[in-house]
Structure formats: structure tokens, C-alpha cells
């Protein structure tokens, strides 16, 4: 059987300390600031927060932002099938 984070629409993200969060999965930038990041993808809105936030790099189903993160919150769009 194939774990589920790598099925369909599911996203996955892994923070590194408080420096860096890796996000994989589809999504779009909703906002961008230097303090504050809201990428949204299919299930889910998430928000990060905290200072020097930067988007090292951007591909087409992952993308890294690198700062002092202080908060992320995750905002359910829509129906969760979990």
C-alpha cells in the first residue's frame, strides 16, 4: 500500500527548528511579507508568522520558507475527508 502523504491532494510539511519550513504538495501563495505567509493548498490554509520570513524556494509542489518562525496555524478549507 502507498502512505497516504503520497496519494492525491495530501500535503506535508516539515519545520526544522524554528528556522525552516519545508511544504510539499500543491498550493498558492495567498500572501507574503517579511512577518507573516499564508500558502493555501487544497485541505488546507496555513498560516506562518514570525520575522525575516523569505521564501528560499519555490517549485511546483514544494517550497521552503526560511526565518524565525514563531506560529504556524492551519485553517480547514472546505470539507475534511479525516
Not at 8 to 27: A, C, D, P, R
Not at 39 to 67: P, Q, S
Amino acid at each position: 500500500e502507498i502512505p497516504s502523504e503520497l496519494v492525491g491532494s495530501n500535503t506535508k510539511i516539515t519545520l526544522v527548528g524554528n528556522k525552516y519550513l519545508y511544504l510539499e504538495g500543491k498550493y498558492q501563495i495567498s500572501d507574503y511579507y517579511a512577518y507573516y505567509i499564508r500558502i493555501l493548498t487544497n485541505k488546507y490554509a496555513v498560516n506562518i508568522t514570525g520575522d525575516n520570513l523569505e521564501i528560499k524556494e519555490m517549485k511546483e509542489v514544494e517550497i521552503v520558507v526560511e526565518g524565525n518562525i514563531k506560529t504556524i496555524e492551519y485553517e480547514i478549507r472546505g470539507k475534511d475527508e479525516n
